[in-house]
């Protein structure tokens, strides 16, 4: 790994634990509008959004995807039996709970601490919205490690797509040889920097097994092994 330059990291699963930057958004939501919290409460929104974001339905329903932002709001106040139909409201409290919560992955931030006084350039490419994304990382405790902030919404592509990780390479003057990316998605992440022509280290914290025909160059189990690679 001596010639490596920079390491890109995925932000949510990897770096960021996303489950309770969630709550942390549910929880000021529920603060807002006058509704004390309980945990079921994201134990019934969470398998609805990924639900309706996977498969764009519910029970039977089409919903677009400008429309489910307010729909997954409309769907759990009503299985809460909570009146409230301030769908929109509801959705941007959300979306101000998750911008401002900082919730990272166990050892994220020794790890990053690490790699960044090792000299490597450390980037964060990720998918969504540039309002939500960039916060989280920029104001949580590794912010001041991180040299860019690749969100999907600037270059109008998702990951797997390359031109993410083109653009950030570009943006940073460095060639895909001169970078690797670390992430927990292996069709977003792993797949995502071998169509960009990157190595890829799978972060796989559940020891899921690879059922996938894509097969990453490396595999960590805790992000601390990363310091015996570099």
């Known amino acids: 790994m001596d010639k490596l330059k920079a390491i890109f990291f995925d932000a949510d699963g990897t770096i960021v634990d996303h489950k309770e930057c969630e709550k942390q958004a549910l929880v000021y939501l529920f603060d807002s509008i006058g509704i004390g919290y309980q945990d ?9 959004d990924h639900m309706l974001w996977d498969s764009g339905s519910c029970d039977g329903i089409s919903v677009s995807a400008k429309d489910i932002p307010t729909y997954r709001f409309k769907l759990l106040f009503e299985k809460l039996n909570i009146s409230y139909d301030n ?7 959300f979306k101000v709970g998750l911008a401002n919560s900082v919730a990272l992955i166990e050892n994220a931030d020794e790890i990053i601490e690490y790699l960044y006084n090792k000299g490597y350039m450390l980037c964060v490419v990720t998918n969504g919205l540039i ?13 001041k490690f991180i040299s860019h902030i690749m969100v999907s919404e600037e270059v109008g592509a998702h990951k797997p797509n390359p031109l993410i990780f083109n653009t950030l390479l570009k943006r940073i003057g460095l060639n895909p040889w001169d970078v690797i990316m670390i992430g927990d ?4 992440d792993i ?9 890829a280290v ?3 914290p559940e020891h899921s097994k690879n059922e996938t025909d894509i097969l ?12 015996d690679m570099f």
Not at 131 to 143: C, D, F, H, M
Request: avoid cysteine; charged fraction near 30%.
């Open 191 to 199: 797949q995502g920097a071998k169509n960009a022509k990157i190595k």
């Open 216 to 227: 990453p160059d490396y595999e960590i189990n805790n992000l601390l092994q990363l310091k």
């Open 202 to 204: 799978w972060y796989n």
């Open 87 to 93: 769908y929109a409201k509801a959705n941007d409290l």
């Open 131 to 143: 309002e939500l994304q960039k916060p989280r990382v920029a104001n949580s405790k590794i912010g």
């Open 185 to 188: 998605s292996l069709k977003n």
């Open 40 to 48: 079921e409460y994201q134990d019934i929104f969470r398998p609805l």
